[in-house]
Every structure is written in C-alpha cells, then in structure tokens.
Nanobody, 124 residues
Framework: QVQLVESGGGLVQAGGSLRLSCAAS????????MGWFRRAPGKEREPVAA????????ELADSVKGRFTISRDNAKNTLYLYMNSLKPEDTAVYYC?????????????????WGQGTQVTVSS
C-alpha cells in the first residue's frame, strides 16, 4: 500500500522560509515522478511543483518561481519543497502526490497517490 506522509508545515511570518517533507513508502520511490499541490481556503487545488523520477526535470508554478524549489532524496524515499520569501497568499494545505510515470506533470489528474496534507500559514 502506497503511503505519503507530509510534514514541516506551520505558522511563519511573511518573508520567512519553510521546508516541507514527504515520506513515501509502499512502492519504488525512485521510479516515479512526484509533485506538490496546494489548496487555499475557498479556492481550488493548484499545482505548485513537480519533479521527475530522476530529479533531472522540474516544473514550478509561475506564482512560486524564484521562491520555491523541489527536490528528492531517492535513498531516503523523501520529497522536499523548499519555500522561501513566503507570502500570505501562500497560505494553504500542501499535498504531495505520486504519479505512476517517470515524467513530470502539473496536472492533478495525472497523480494516483496523495498524502493527507500539511497546513502552511503565512502571517502578514
């Protein structure tokens, strides 16, 4: 059974930084692309970042380019999202997700497995 468990969320002031982690189990982590998505209050889920199985291909949403980065440690079965220069509009529940494919995608429908989410709140 595939499990994805996010951690690292919390309350931070605008301009601050957080690192989210997603621990994966139940399948060969290094074989599949991963992604981060978020859902803000009253809004639809949106893509944040995606990373290929090898880690060589990255996609970032325009709203986070230059501030966020995504990486993975295949030896630790862990996905990361480094968030810098956080803004109040980054406040959301952040979810990690896993594809059944090696290549990146920013479409939520391309992801088969999801974590339970971690709350990120950015105060102004």
């Amino acid at each position: 059974q595939v499990q994805l468990v996010e951690s690292g969320g919390g309350l931070v002031q605008a301009g601050g930084s957080l690192r989210l982690s997603c621990a994966a189990s139940g399948r060969t982590f290094s074989s599949y692309a991963m992604g981060w998505f978020r859902r803000a209050p009253g809004k639809e889920r949106e893509p944040v970042a995606a990373l290929s199985a090898s880690g060589g291909s990255i996609e970032l949403a325009d709203s986070v380019k230059g501030r966020f980065t995504i990486s993975r440690d295949n030896a630790k079965n862990t996905l990361y999202l480094y968030m810098n220069s956080l803004k109040p509009e980054d406040t959301a529940v952040y979810y990690c997700a896993s594809r059944t494919h090696r290549l990146t995608s920013m479409s939520a429908t391309e992801y088969a497995y999801w974590g339970q989410g971690t709350q990120v709140t950015v105060s102004s």
